[in-house]
């Protein structure tokens, strides 16, 4: 059964709410929760306690020993880099989604900004970095578009996210001069709009990402 949710979009300028709500298929809170019941601890992991609860979608807790545990949203990047009219994809060489479609982008490291975890992961993915001058604001150089909550299994654990997605234009930037990381991905794609195939990408989140960036752009 579908399951639709309410997100909020942004606009490419000066970042403000655009539409309030935006409807899409990706799960809503109350489903996550349900997901996220999955049993992750079975125990309590400091005493050993079968009491262990989970609850909030979030929080486990041993009323044996007090033990608190916050399995919170994790934040997640996703980069559309358009070049001379086309978008760029990776094809996933991986679980989940293996073969299908995705933006680069990924999980954001402890330590690190929602940007600089972006542009690590571009440069571990295909090896790029945007040319900008040294010094340029990286707020300046990725505009934030869009942003919605997904769920990644992984390894029987859901992962509730925070999908942030940006765009970038590169002008000129060819599929040669990328270096895509061998054990990620199995190829590189630039795809005019018309040639996306949307039952390919491998997220919902994504997906909608890809569609209100062009029903932004064209
Ligand atoms: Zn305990």
Redesign the pocket.
Known sequence: MPLKTKINTYNNINQQKIQDPVICNDLPNSAVYAIMELPMFTF??????K??TFSEGKVFH??????VYYHNTAAATGCIIEADGRILFLVRGKEPAKGKLDLPGGFVDPGEGILEGLCRELQEEIGWSPPAPPGKPLTEIFTLFASFSNVYPYKNINYNTCDSYFYIHAPGLREQDLVPEQAEITAIRFLKPEDIDFDTIAFDSTRRAVQEYLAMTR
Request: charge should be neutral; include cysteine; aromatic fraction near 8%.
């Open positions: 309590c992991p400091i005493c050993a306690s009491k262990i041993c009323p044996d020993c007090g033990f």
